[in-house]
């Protein structure tokens, strides 16, 4: 049972290490895709001022659900068209290395909308969001090419620094602040990122 456990493992690794490049092409419409949804959402939110803690926490969930369901469309006709499973062992892999710190997120946010609906608790969760959501990318980046982990620890840095600054500060920002940040780092990040594999893509494949 252990040596099959064993080379089951193994032969798992070996298919990440190949299908690093295949991940690398997913990411950069995934990344640009989400990246403008995040920098609409973040102007959506600034503009119609959704000020109080239930509604942030629901925009942003339903942002996250919409960017979700297109990231899905977008992997999965790559995958069609590339004869490739969508659901592999490999990916179902990364799913489970991201999952614990996406799922955190999750709860904390139905906390603050359904519990504690906490003005204070809410502006907090943007940095711990930032800093989970690299946490999460950091995870699944050891199935992947490496730059996937820096661009996680870019999440976590700039989490920590709103926190800092939040914590220093002796009052809270507007609230349409922390929708200005969401669509900053959660669609500018995602925005370079992707420019940035699109481009060394093409790189490459010259």
């Given at each position: 049972?252990?040596?099959?456990?064993?080379?089951?493992?193994?032969?798992?690794?070996?298919?990440?290490?190949?299908?690093?490049?295949?991940?690398?092409?997913?990411?950069?419409?995934?990344?640009?895709?989400?990246?403008?949804?995040g920098?609409?959402?973040?102007?959506?939110?600034?503009?119609?001022?959704?000020?109080?803690?239930?509604?942030?926490?629901?925009?942003?969930f339903?942002?996250?659900?919409?960017?979700?369901?297109?990231?899905?469309?977008?992997?999965?006709?790559?995958?069609?068209?590339?004869?490739?499973?969508?659901?592999?062992?490999?990916?179902?892999?990364?799913?489970?290395?991201?999952?614990?710190?996406?799922?955190?997120?999750?709860i904390?946010?139905?906390?603050?909308?359904?519990?504690?609906?906490?003005?204070?608790?809410?502006?907090?969760?943007?940095?711990?969001?930032?800093?989970?959501?690299?946490?999460?990318?950091?995870?699944?980046?050891?199935?992947m090419?490496?730059?996937?982990?820096?661009?996680?620890?870019?999440?976590?840095?700039?989490?920590?620094?709103?926190?800092?600054?939040?914590?220093?500060?002796?009052?809270?920002?507007?609230?349409?602040?922390?929708?200005?940040?969401?669509?900053?780092?959660?669609?500018?990040?995602?925005?370079?990122?992707?420019?940035?594999?699109?481009?060394?893509?093409?790189k490459?494949a010259?």
């Amino acid at each position: 049972m252990s040596e099959k456990w064993a080379a089951e493992n193994l032969q798992t690794i070996r298919t990440l290490m190949e299908r690093a490049a295949v991940y690398r092409r997913a990411l950069a419409p995934v990344c640009l895709l989400t990246g403008v949804v995040g920098l609409i959402a973040g102007g959506v939110g600034w503009v119609t001022q959704c000020d109080s803690p239930r509604r942030f926490v629901l925009f942003w969930f339903g942002v996250a659900a919409a960017t979700l369901a297109g990231a899905f469309v977008v992997i999965r006709r790559q995958a069609l068209r590339d004869h490739e499973s969508f659901w592999s062992p490999p990916t179902r892999r990364v799913a489970q290395a991201m999952l614990p710190s996406l799922f955190i997120g999750l709860i904390a946010g139905l906390m603050l909308a359904f519990v504690a609906n906490d003005q204070s608790l809410t502006w907090a969760a943007v940095p711990v969001w930032m800093a989970l959501y690299g946490a999460a990318l950091h995870a699944g980046g050891f199935f992947m090419q490496r730059g996937i982990k820096w661009f996680g620890w870019a999440f976590i840095a700039g989490g920590t620094v709103l926190l800092l600054y939040l914590v220093i500060r002796q009052s809270l920002p507007e609230f349409r602040f922390a929708h200005a940040f969401m669509g900053l780092v959660f669609g500018g990040l995602h925005l370079v990122y992707g420019a940035y594999l699109y481009c060394t893509e093409q790189k490459q494949a010259e």
